[in-house]
């Protein structure tokens, strides 16, 4: 009878990490390229003049999420008395800004966000990335603080995760059969390499400093150089997240943000903190179903 052999998780876990250090020391991590509409949308961010014609430009090439936006438009949360049938009447109902945060939200969770082998973790991270996006806007703006990117980098802040899971994905193809990820090991690997990870894409996809700033340095955010103040307020977005229940690993990590040295050093009052952990909940789940 033929036996067959398993790696260890200790074999599993010294191999992954040899080759993550030596794809991230090299340079040639795989990498895809950003997703066209994504790149379009980032492009206007930055513009003060920009018109809901540029969007419906971006839009309208696109049939499929052109139908979702006019769906999206329609949903109880935006619907008038008159029902939306045209991108540029999409546009007006739902916001020139908020709608350029959720095509970019779109895009990412259809092209980015999306693995067969872990797709449960795949959508929990996709769930956390929006979650964070939302926390960042809200705090934001609560602090007066310079919004404009906050909604990108929380949706950005661990796009190094999906990266290095269709990694793994792709060393396990390379292994059939004798090859076994833990729950475990998974997460402790997207933890340490997540950062690195992602500054590697932010260089690729060629994102402005702001942004790549608060991916490469959202754990360390004092690290972060002239662009601090956005590290730190996606580092903030990332622990509410967690807190609420929306965390971005296989296991739990509890995370109280009442005590937080991080929130305190934003200038979020006790009152403040506590009015957010009561009503982000039910409003992430609708920017969760909203982009469905
Ligand atoms: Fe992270
Ligand atoms: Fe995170």
Redesign the pocket.
Known sequence: MMTQSYYTTDQVRELVRKEISTALREERLDIPTIPLVANQVLLLVNRPDVTAKDLENIIKHDPKLAARVVRIANSPVFAGTVKVTTIQRAIVTIGLRSLQETVFSIVMGDKIFKSKTFAKLMTRLWE?ALA?AFLAREIARLKGLDSEYAFLCGIL??IGKPILLNTLEELRRKKPDRFFYSDELVDEILMDYHEAVGGLVSASWNFPDLLKGAIRHHHEYHEAGAVQSMAHLTHVA?LF?HAIGRG?YNGEKGVSVMTAKPVFELNMFPNEVKELMMTAPGRVNKVIAEVQ
């Open positions: 956390h964070t802040h661990d990332d997240a971005s």
